[in-house]
């Protein structure tokens, strides 16, 4: 692909460095500078694969579901297996589904009702002050949706920026992340009774 006929990406062809102020642009309590420096854009094409491309050697799809939080028969709920700095729950189909349009619509609407019923269990664990939900697909290439907790009282983890704080800060204590990661299939089970 010719990046200059790229409409998405024409724009970056040969920028530079860019210095942006943030006054009136970020959450003051996440940026605290007054302007941040962008290096420049360096495009890459072919895009690299991503892990798992085409179902062959996809982890999501060949793990067992002793690895999961939850599973049932079409969907499963993973985390990582060891303690990050912010919780997060990851729902992935069982079948090897690339973006999030591959999913036939009654996948969908199941998706969507599961995406609710993970959100009202995280929020329903004390300490938990928002249920951040994303959806990237530019590491694994099996589907999957992210659903990150912002702690209460962790305002600088606003917006977008929760993401980042997730590599940047310390890792939960291992005893704390193994109770919140059972928490949360209990909290689960239950709003699925709701």
């Given at each position: 692909?010719?990046?200059?006929?790229?409409?998405?990406?024409?724009?970056?062809?040969?920028?530079?460095?860019?210095?942006?102020?943030?006054?009136?642009?970020?959450?003051?309590?996440?940026?605290?500078a007054?302007?941040?420096?962008?290096?420049?854009v360096?495009?890459?094409?072919?895009?690299?694969?991503?892990?798992?491309?085409?179902?062959?050697?996809?982890?999501?799809?060949?793990?067992?579901?002793?690895?999961?939080?939850?599973?049932?028969?079409?969907?499963?709920?993973?985390?990582?297996?060891?303690?990050?700095?912010?919780?997060?729950?990851?729902?992935?189909?069982?079948?090897?589904?690339?973006?999030?349009?591959?999913?036939?619509?009654p996948?969908?609407?199941?998706?969507?009702?599961?995406?609710?019923?993970?959100?009202?269990?995280?929020?329903?664990?004390?300490?938990?002050?928002?249920?951040?939900?994303?959806?990237?697909?530019?590491?694994?290439?099996?589907?999957?949706m992210?659903?990150?907790?912002?702690?209460?009282?962790?305002?600088?983890?606003?917006?977008?920026?929760?993401?980042?704080?997730?590599?940047?800060?310390?890792?939960?204590d291992?005893?704390?992340?193994?109770?919140?990661?059972?928490?949360?299939?209990?909290?689960?089970?239950?709003?699925?009774?709701?």
């Amino acid at each position: 692909m010719n990046p200059e006929k790229n409409r998405f990406t024409r724009h970056l062809v040969g920028a530079g460095e860019n210095t942006v102020p943030l006054a009136g642009l970020a959450i003051p309590e996440v940026f605290t500078a007054e302007e941040v420096t962008s290096p420049a854009v360096e495009l890459l094409y072919p895009e690299p694969e991503r892990h798992g491309a085409g179902g062959v050697e996809c982890g999501i799809c060949s793990d067992p579901d002793e690895k999961f939080v939850w599973a049932n028969d079409r969907w499963r709920i993973s985390t990582a297996d060891s303690p990050r700095s912010v919780f997060f729950v990851n729902l992935v189909p069982r079948e090897h589904y690339v973006n999030m349009s591959d999913l036939p619509t009654p996948m969908a609407e199941e998706q969507g009702r599961l995406l609710a019923l993970m959100e009202r269990a995280l929020l329903a664990m004390e300490g938990a002050g928002r249920v951040h939900t994303h959806y990237w697909g530019d590491g694994a290439e099996h589907h999957h949706m992210w659903q990150i907790v912002r702690p209460e009282g962790f305002v600088q983890g606003r917006g977008v920026s929760l993401a980042v704080w997730l590599k940047l800060l310390p890792a939960m204590d291992a005893e704390d992340w193994e109770s919140v990661k059972g928490d949360f299939a209990k909290a689960l089970d239950s709003a699925a009774k709701t």
